[in-house]
């Protein structure tokens, strides 16, 4: 077969996995931050807080430099040792508290980011779709019963169309572009130079037009057997001016 490949095609990154990529970043960046702030304040928090035993060396101190040596006063001492004691299993108590409400806070401040962002990216995808049309996400060719499956959608194509249609996924997929001449030249197995563009283009426009004949009637105008036709359209979406 006697035909030159055209220029190869220009691969454009996709706007979907940018906004992933975006998305990634600020969910990375967002965890960390959110890390590093919640560290700091227990850092802070832990290092504020009175030492447990700092009651207990004032006892203690005072039971040395003071001379008491009455009942009374021991007893005092007791009661003011067992206060100290008291005190510091509450200060534990207060450490492990702390310890438990951070981890906590920093696992709903990681989910808010990550669902604030999953919200970002969804209504960023919503409006593409909405942009974009049809969003195609599979093509398959099944060249034995001439289907075509786009998306969830199943085409019925003529022989010449599934041809045409194979040709250019096929060159798709080598990141080829092919002229009006050179889809002929494939189809018909003759020379490049003996094919005329017009014959290309003219292979291209049926395939348009039973692609997208079948694609209307699939997702605008229905046909409802012994009624008629009707838009397949939620009638809250349809304004004329």
Not at 171 to 189: F, H, K, P, V
């Amino acid at each position: 077969m006697d035909w030159t490949k055209g220029e190869t095609a220009p691969v454009n990154t996709s706007s979907v996995i940018e906004t992933r990529a975006a998305s990634a970043r600020v969910v990375v960046f967002g965890i960390a931050a959110i890390v590093v702030i919640l560290a700091a304040a227990a850092l802070f928090l832990f290092a504020t807080l009175p030492d447990g035993n700092a009651f207990n060396a004032r006892v203690e101190r005072l039971f040395v430099e003071q001379d008491l040596t009455g009942r009374a006063e021991i007893g005092l001492l007791e009661i003011l040792a067992q206060s100290g004691t008291a005190f510091s299993d509450v200060l534990a108590s207060y450490r492990t508290i702390i310890f438990v409400l951070l981890v906590f806070a920093t696992a709903l401040l990681i989910a808010c980011m990550v669902l604030l962002v999953a919200i970002v990216t969804l209504n960023r995808r919503m409006g593409e779709i909405e942009r974009s049309g049809i969003q195609v996400t599979s093509l398959i060719l099944a060249r034995a019963e001439n289907l075509v499956m786009l998306n969830d959608i199943e085409l019925k194509l003529t022989d010449a169309a599934m041809e045409t249609l194979s040709v250019l996924a096929e060159a798709r997929l080598d990141g080829d572009t092919l002229t009006g001449a050179q889809i002929e030249a494939m189809i018909s197995g003759k020379s490049e130079a003996d094919c005329e563009e017009a014959a290309g283009a003219t292979r291209i426009k049926r395939l348009r037009d039973a692609l997208g004949n079948q694609i209307v009637t699939h997702l605008l105008i229905r046909n409802i057997t012994r009624q008629g036709y009707v838009l397949a359209l939620d009638p809250k979406v349809i304004r004329m001016v």
